[in-house]
Protein backbone atom coordinates (compact mmCIF):
# COMPACT_ATOMS: atom_id res chain seq x y z
CA UNK A 1 0.00 0.00 0.00
CA UNK A 2 3.17 2.50 0.90
CA UNK A 3 4.51 1.59 -2.29
CA UNK A 4 1.09 2.75 -4.47
CA UNK A 5 0.90 5.75 -2.19
CA UNK A 6 4.39 7.00 -3.44
CA UNK A 7 3.95 5.50 -7.18
CA UNK A 8 0.75 8.13 -6.99
CA UNK A 9 2.77 10.80 -5.88
CA UNK A 10 5.51 10.18 -8.62
CA UNK A 11 2.71 10.26 -10.97
CA UNK A 12 1.38 13.22 -9.96
CA UNK A 13 4.89 14.99 -10.09
CA UNK A 14 5.57 13.78 -13.35
CA UNK A 15 2.60 15.01 -14.63
CA UNK A 16 2.95 18.53 -13.64
CA UNK A 17 6.12 18.36 -14.21
CA UNK A 18 5.16 17.36 -17.80
CA UNK A 19 2.27 20.21 -17.41
CA UNK A 20 4.72 22.88 -17.16
CA UNK A 21 7.11 21.65 -19.62
CA UNK A 22 4.10 21.48 -22.28
CA UNK A 23 3.01 24.71 -21.14
CA UNK A 24 6.56 26.08 -22.17
CA UNK A 25 6.38 24.01 -25.65
CA UNK A 26 3.12 23.33 -27.26
CA UNK A 27 0.67 24.63 -24.82
CA UNK A 28 -1.66 21.81 -25.82
CA UNK A 29 -2.52 19.59 -22.98
CA UNK A 30 -1.60 16.50 -25.01
CA UNK A 31 1.58 14.12 -24.58
CA UNK A 32 3.70 13.03 -27.38
CA UNK A 33 5.59 10.06 -27.34
CA UNK A 34 8.62 11.32 -26.82
CA UNK A 35 7.15 13.41 -23.69
CA UNK A 36 5.96 10.23 -22.48
CA UNK A 37 9.41 8.49 -22.70
CA UNK A 38 11.12 11.92 -20.97
CA UNK A 39 8.57 10.93 -18.11
CA UNK A 40 9.49 7.49 -17.84
CA UNK A 41 13.01 8.05 -17.98
CA UNK A 42 12.93 11.04 -15.30
CA UNK A 43 10.68 9.60 -12.89
CA UNK A 44 12.43 7.21 -10.26
CA UNK A 45 9.03 4.76 -10.01
CA UNK A 46 7.84 4.69 -13.46
CA UNK A 47 7.27 2.01 -14.78
CA UNK A 48 9.83 0.09 -17.45
CA UNK A 49 8.94 -0.30 -20.89
CA UNK A 50 10.78 0.26 -24.65
CA UNK A 51 7.17 0.13 -26.50
CA UNK A 52 6.57 3.41 -26.27
CA UNK A 53 4.65 3.66 -29.74
CA UNK A 54 2.85 0.40 -29.32
CA UNK A 55 1.76 1.69 -25.59
CA UNK A 56 0.68 4.77 -26.52
CA UNK A 57 -1.05 3.42 -29.59
CA UNK A 58 -3.66 1.42 -27.18
CA UNK A 59 -4.85 5.14 -25.89
CA UNK A 60 -4.23 6.97 -29.27
CA UNK A 61 -8.13 6.29 -30.38
CA UNK A 62 -7.05 9.01 -33.23
CA UNK A 63 -4.12 7.56 -34.73
CA UNK A 64 -2.58 11.63 -33.85
CA UNK A 65 0.80 10.81 -32.16
CA UNK A 66 -0.61 11.60 -28.62
CA UNK A 67 -2.34 11.00 -25.85
CA UNK A 68 -4.57 13.32 -23.43
CA UNK A 69 -3.24 13.52 -19.27
CA UNK A 70 -6.18 11.95 -18.75
CA UNK A 71 -5.00 9.20 -21.01
CA UNK A 72 -1.78 9.54 -19.80
CA UNK A 73 -2.52 8.85 -16.32
CA UNK A 74 -4.81 5.52 -17.31
CA UNK A 75 -1.74 4.69 -19.49
CA UNK A 76 0.92 4.78 -16.59
CA UNK A 77 -1.34 2.81 -14.30
CA UNK A 78 -1.83 0.06 -16.73
CA UNK A 79 1.92 0.11 -17.64
CA UNK A 80 2.59 -0.04 -14.44
CA UNK A 81 -0.26 -2.71 -13.33
CA UNK A 82 1.76 -4.73 -15.53
CA UNK A 83 4.72 -4.34 -14.54
CA UNK A 84 3.76 -5.42 -10.74
CA UNK A 85 1.95 -8.44 -12.14
CA UNK A 86 5.06 -9.34 -13.96
CA UNK A 87 7.20 -9.22 -10.39
CA UNK A 88 4.45 -11.23 -8.76
CA UNK A 89 4.77 -13.66 -11.13
CA UNK A 90 8.55 -13.84 -11.22
CA UNK A 91 8.59 -15.77 -8.26
CA UNK A 92 12.47 -16.16 -8.46
CA UNK A 93 13.24 -13.04 -9.39
CA UNK A 94 14.88 -13.29 -12.33
CA UNK A 95 14.19 -11.01 -14.50
CA UNK A 96 11.25 -13.40 -16.48
CA UNK A 97 8.57 -15.81 -16.61
CA UNK A 98 7.89 -19.06 -18.01
CA UNK A 99 4.87 -20.03 -19.74
CA UNK A 100 3.20 -21.19 -16.41
CA UNK A 101 3.88 -17.58 -15.04
CA UNK A 102 2.31 -16.20 -17.95
CA UNK A 103 -0.67 -18.52 -17.53
CA UNK A 104 -1.04 -17.39 -14.50
CA UNK A 105 -0.07 -13.34 -14.87
CA UNK A 106 -2.62 -13.32 -17.75
CA UNK A 107 -5.25 -14.84 -15.90
CA UNK A 108 -4.70 -11.82 -12.92
CA UNK A 109 -5.88 -9.83 -15.85
CA UNK A 110 -8.81 -11.52 -16.76
CA UNK A 111 -8.20 -13.32 -19.60
CA UNK A 112 -8.89 -17.10 -19.98
CA UNK A 113 -6.80 -18.87 -22.38
CA UNK A 114 -5.86 -22.34 -23.41
CA UNK A 115 -2.14 -24.07 -22.53
CA UNK A 116 -1.78 -24.60 -26.43
CA UNK A 117 -2.30 -20.58 -27.19
CA UNK A 118 0.23 -19.55 -24.25
CA UNK A 119 2.65 -21.73 -25.59
CA UNK A 120 2.17 -19.73 -28.74
CA UNK A 121 2.68 -17.14 -27.19
CA UNK A 122 5.83 -17.54 -25.27
CA UNK A 123 7.40 -18.91 -28.52
CA UNK A 124 6.26 -16.09 -30.17
CA UNK A 125 7.17 -13.64 -27.69
CA UNK A 126 10.80 -15.51 -25.90
CA UNK A 127 13.20 -13.48 -27.88
CA UNK A 128 16.03 -15.51 -26.71
CA UNK A 129 14.23 -19.58 -27.30
CA UNK A 130 14.74 -20.16 -23.54
CA UNK A 131 11.00 -20.78 -22.75
CA UNK A 132 10.99 -17.29 -20.69
CA UNK A 133 9.66 -13.78 -21.42
CA UNK A 134 11.38 -10.67 -19.92
CA UNK A 135 9.18 -8.16 -18.92
CA UNK A 136 9.51 -5.77 -22.17
CA UNK A 137 8.32 -8.81 -23.80
CA UNK A 138 5.73 -9.08 -21.30
CA UNK A 139 4.11 -5.66 -22.18
CA UNK A 140 5.05 -6.28 -25.92
CA UNK A 141 2.45 -9.85 -25.20
CA UNK A 142 -0.06 -7.82 -23.29
CA UNK A 143 -0.34 -4.77 -26.07
CA UNK A 144 -0.66 -7.55 -28.57
CA UNK A 145 -2.71 -9.49 -26.74
CA UNK A 146 -5.41 -6.31 -26.06
CA UNK A 147 -5.35 -5.42 -29.31
CA UNK A 148 -6.07 -8.71 -31.21
CA UNK A 149 -8.87 -8.93 -27.98
CA UNK A 150 -10.24 -5.27 -28.68
CA UNK A 151 -10.18 -6.16 -32.31
CA UNK A 152 -12.10 -9.70 -32.37
CA UNK A 153 -14.77 -8.16 -29.63
CA UNK A 154 -16.27 -5.42 -32.49
CA UNK A 155 -17.07 -8.79 -34.05
CA UNK A 156 -18.47 -10.70 -31.09
CA UNK A 157 -21.14 -8.81 -30.50
CA UNK A 158 -23.17 -11.34 -28.31
CA UNK A 159 -20.05 -11.74 -26.24
CA UNK A 160 -19.83 -15.61 -26.32
CA UNK A 161 -15.92 -15.74 -27.97
CA UNK A 162 -17.23 -16.99 -31.12
CA UNK A 163 -17.27 -14.73 -34.61
CA UNK A 164 -17.96 -15.57 -38.57
CA UNK A 165 -16.14 -12.66 -40.75
CA UNK A 166 -15.75 -12.88 -44.05
CA UNK A 167 -12.52 -13.23 -45.27
CA UNK A 168 -11.46 -9.64 -46.27
CA UNK A 169 -13.06 -8.56 -42.85
CA UNK A 170 -10.62 -10.92 -41.55
CA UNK A 171 -7.66 -9.04 -43.60
CA UNK A 172 -9.20 -5.89 -42.98
CA UNK A 173 -9.16 -6.65 -38.98
CA UNK A 174 -5.45 -7.84 -39.01
CA UNK A 175 -4.15 -4.86 -41.10
CA UNK A 176 -6.42 -2.34 -39.23
CA UNK A 177 -4.54 -2.93 -36.25
CA UNK A 178 -1.16 -1.25 -34.43
CA UNK A 179 0.05 -4.28 -33.47
Request: glycine residues 6%; charged residues 30%; aromatic residues 12%.
Amino acid sequence: MEYQKKRDIDLRKAISSLDLELKTMNNDGQVLCDEYMHILNTSENAPESTHFEELMGMFDKQNRGVISFEDFGALWKYVSDWQNCFRSFDRDNSGNIDKEELKNALTAFGYRLSDEIVNVMVQKFDRFGRGTILFDDFIQCCVTLYTLTSAFRQYDTDQDGVITIHYEQFLKMVFGLKV
